[in-house]
């Protein structure tokens, strides 16, 4: 039974640009949440899907939007990059019950130049 | 608004010695309360959650974590530190009655010396 699995693994980008970052869940859970984690910081709340809508939004300008797809699987998309958006991107899936634990993928480590 | 907080950032144990990581938490209401570690190169792995109920909570690996709602805190602990327990650990807090957002400290770096 497969985990949480994110693509790519490592990407760099130049400032201005735009990414996609992508994100399978575990088999079961309906629930995406994702997580920017900068260096030596704990992972900082971006938004989480739930039934293909965003269902909580963390301190994160619009340049950051989501999707989540009918198999649940979702993509982060970040516009318009500057340097400070170099970072771990954290992928976590869960069932929608409150008191269940996520479970994380391996992230997106994004490098902006 | 509700916070997390990991006093220290990193901890030095010897290895066969009790290990305690400390966090404190505050929130609104009644929260639920996790650990993670996290290997480098690696996303976090849960290793247990309070929810209510015994506020005594065993998980992976050998370790536990002890509720104390006057304290609000949330000790991660381990009666006998292995090499391999060496990593980064988060404590994170849900505040369900409020905005159900999920809340991590900043990690405490453990380093179990052989």
């Known amino acids: 039974d497969a985990g949480v699995t994110q693509s790519p693994t490592h990407l760099i980008k130049t400032r201005g640009q735009q990414v996609t970052l992508r994100c399978s869940p575990k088999?079961?859970?309906?629930?995406v949440s994702w997580y920017q984690q900068a260096l030596g910081q704990g992972p900082q709340f971006i938004f989480q899907?739930?039934?293909?809508?965003?269902?909580q939004r963390g301190n994160f300008p619009d340049r950051f939007s989501g999707h989540q797809f009918p198999n649940y699987s979702s993509e982060l998309n970040v516009n318009a990059l500057w340097l400070g958006d170099s970072a771990l991107y954290l992928c976590?899936?869960?069932?929608?019950?409150?008191?269940?634990?996520?479970?994380f993928g391996d992230g997106t480590r994004l490098s902006i130049l | 608004a509700q916070s997390v907080a990991q006093p220290e950032d990193q901890v030095n144990v010897a290895e066969g010695n009790p290990l305690t990581v400390k966090c404190t938490y505050s929130v609104s209401g009644n929260p639920y309360l996790f650990w993670y570690v996290q290997y480098p190169n690696r996303g976090l792995q849960f290793l247990l959650k309070?929810?209510?109920?015994?506020?005594l909570v065993k998980g992976s690996y050998g370790f536990e974590a002890e509720f104390n709602k006057s304290q609000t805190s949330f000790h991660l602990k381990k009666p006998s530190a292995l090499v391999s327990d060496s990593a980064l650990y988060f404590c994170a807090v849900r505040d369900y009655r409020r905005d159900d957002k999920i809340i991590f400290g900043k990690g405490t770096r453990l380093h179990i010396l052989p």
């Open positions: 899907y739930y039934e293909e809508e965003e269902r």
């Open positions: 309070y929810i209510t109920g015994d506020n």
């Open positions: 976590a899936s869960s069932l929608t019950v409150r008191n269940q634990p996520q479970h």
């Open positions: 088999s079961g859970h309906d629930t």
